[in-house]
């Protein structure tokens, strides 16, 4: 089985200089797709990452780069390059596992947030995307291709009038929203398993279900890392004052920081009931330990007198001299013995059915 990392971090060589990239996952190519648009129309391209950057933005239009993995880093190099990004902000994009966050630079912002999704396995996956805000333009980038902004893309294509007509941050609001979005889909399939895990720990408790209650915790707390951060950078966000950050897009950002915060809550409800989980968990193991203790009480408490009888009439005594077990030398002795061991157990078993000891009600 596949161990998944509490804590994933790249990072450079002790004592390199600040900025030093490290790019952990070189296996996916680069592919950036380029979306410029304004009220009257929109064009969509694919760039090729090794031909020369040219004019990528145009007057009174927003230009979306949207880079779809991060290859080998030398392409965000380059593009950080073009567009004067401060090589620490390209740096963090590269070396991913970082916090979420907003960095306001000179002329842009750099903003980091988590998005989440389930793979084919039911595990969660979480990866980086870094958004860089500037005049009339937002490169997003991410780990890996395949994301939740598709519908996002199917809105600018279909010609939206607010969005077609709105300026950058108000898009860079809007792939935040729809990468908060992306996590109650996540958090309503997290809630379907634990509904299912308590069904199981009620009615039969065993080793697999707890270690299903740990996977939930473990990946609760993944998703609550990523999530109560991003609460701080959206507050962050809320409060800066820029030319790059109009009023329109206020009302919109505030509406996405309230999902954060209802994230949030239903992580935490969600961690709480998880760990409720554990405490039944052991009661219910600690009643079907009783329940055979009981089981194993009842059935030595019957056979204890008849071990006595059984002892004291096995005994080897001289039957020949008078008042010496006497009922030894009798011919029914035999299934006399057996009649009373018979009714002993059943007495017994009786008694502690009026007790309650086997399942019946107590007597008072």
């Known amino acids: 089985m596949e161990q998944r990392r509490l804590f994933r971090r790249s990072y450079t060589k002790q004592g390199a200089a600040p900025g030093t990239l490290a790019v952990t996952d070189a296996g996916h190519p680069v592919s ?7 009220a009257e129309g929109l064009e969509e391209l694919e760039l090729d990452p090794d031909a020369e950057l040219g004019d990528l933005l145009q007057p009174g239009k927003v230009t979306w780069l949207d880079v779809r993995a991060l290859g080998d880093g030398a392409f965000i190099e380059r593009l950080g390059e073009r567009f ?8 963090d994009a590269l070396n991913v596992g970082q ?9 842009f912002y750099y903003i980091v947030v988590r998005m989440l999704e389930l793979a084919e396995d039911e595990r969660l996956r979480v990866e980086q995307v870094s958004l860089f805000l500037g005049p009339g333009w937002v490169i997003s980038v991410q780990e890996r291709p395949g994301d939740c902004l598709d519908g996002l893309r199917a809105r600018l294509r279909k010609g939206r009038k607010q969005l077609r007509s709105s300026n950058a941050d108000y898009l860079a609001v809007q792939i935040i929203d729809a990468i908060v979005d992306g996590y109650f889909p996540v958090l309503e399939s997290y809630g379907e398993w634990l509904e299912e895990i308590e069904t199981r720990i009620l009615e039969q408790p065993d080793q697999a279900v707890l270690s299903e209650v740990y996977d939930v915790k473990r990946d609760l707390m993944t998703l609550r890392r990523a999530a109560w951060p991003m609460r701080d950078m959206l507050s962050s966000f809320l409060q800066e004052e820029s030319e790059l950050l109009n009023d329109a897009s206020q009302p919109y ?17 969600y961690r709480e009931l ?3 989980f554990i405490d039944i ?11 055979v203790m009981r089981v194993l009480t009842v059935s030595a408490t019957i056979f204890i007198p008849l071990t006595f009888l059984a002892g004291v009439y096995g005994m080897n005594f001289d039957t020949s001299k008078p008042g010496n ?3 030894l030398g009798w011919s029914y002795a035999y299934p006399v013995f057996l009649g009373v061991c018979v009714l002993t157990a059943g007495g017994l078993l009786f008694l502690f059915r009026r007790l309650g000891w086997l399942g019946g009600s107590t007597k008072r």
């Not at 004067?84 to 740096?91: E, K, R």
């Not at 950002?253 to 409800?269: K, P, S």
């Open 281 to 291: 968990y052991l009661s219910s193991i600690s009643q079907r330990t009783n329940e």
């Open 325 to 327: 077990m006497p009922e």
């Open 84 to 91: 004067g990004l401060h090589p620490l902000a390209v740096a």
């Open 253 to 269: 950002l505030r509406d996405t920081a309230d999902h954060v915060i209802q994230i949030v809550d239903v992580t935490e409800t």
């Open 32 to 38: 950036i797709g380029m979306i410029r648009f304004d």
């Open 274 to 276: 998880a760990g409720s």
């Open 99 to 107: 916090r979420p966050k907003i960095e306001a630079y000179e002329d």
